[in-house]
């Protein structure tokens, strides 16, 4: 099971979730809202120290292409974790601008018309990741909420897209095992769920890991 460890904030913290199995890291840029966001420079240092084939995502709230390759360049993750809805013309720019870079679109999974969502944007990424925002608000919830949505509508997506899905949303050791039964993702991600007073415990770490396997 691929596992995503997101809102890594210190070098500990990613070579803890790393020796505890994770796939790959979440580095969060500046959101809008939300918890965990870091200095690009910490970005960059942490990706660069990261061996495969652990893989590295840049958390990004950016929507232009030419924005998001930009912070790209200075970040140099192996992946781009794309937090807010990216118009269809600028996820096919933002292909061209970065090869081989694995892009991941979030969908905010928050009724029926997020399963359409999802099948629209499917064909032009390498991975959805269904998270429990809502870009709706004045202040956009983009992530870290620690909420679960409705797993119907994720499964929905997980069974039609075609892609690799990964799942977030208030996860934790506590769920996973049935978020993994009812939803049938490809992968997991976690942020909130593996904290005690904002920082990666190691006991729930440990317990997450034994819960998937």
Do not use: Y
Not at 60 to 88: K, M, N, S, Y
Not at 155 to 176: M, T
């Amino acid at each position: 099971m691929f596992v995503k460890v997101c809102c890594i904030a210190s070098h500990d913290e990613a070579r803890l979730a790393v020796s505890a199995g994770a796939s790959a890291l979440g580095l969060v840029s500046a959101m809008p809202s939300g918890p965990g966001p870091i200095a690009e420079e910490l970005i960059a240092d942490i990706a660069a120290r990261v061996a495969p084939p652990t893989e590295t995502f840049l958390l990004t709230a950016l929507t232009e292409a030419e924005a998001i390759a930009g912070q790209h360049r200075r970040c140099g993750t192996t992946a781009l974790q794309l937090v807010d809805h990216v118009p269809e013309t600028e996820l096919i720019r933002l292909r061209r601008l970065v090869p081989g870079v694995r892009l991941v679109q979030v969908i905010h999974v928050q009724g029926e018309h997020s399963v359409e969502e999802a099948r629209a944007a499917a064909p032009l990424v390498d991975t959805l990741l269904l998270d429990s925002g809502n870009p709706g608000l004045a202040v956009k919830e983009l992530g870290g909420t620690g909420r679960v949505h409705d797993w119907t509508h994720s499964r929905q997506i997980c069974e039609s897209a075609g892609i690799p899905v990964l799942l977030a949303g208030g996860l934790h050791p506590g769920n996973a095992r049935v978020a993994i039964e009812q939803v049938r993702p490809s992968g997991l991600d976690i942020c909130s769920g593996l904290r005690t007073d904002g920082r990666l415990d190691p006991r729930k770490l440990s317990a997450f890991f034994q819960a998937i396997h």
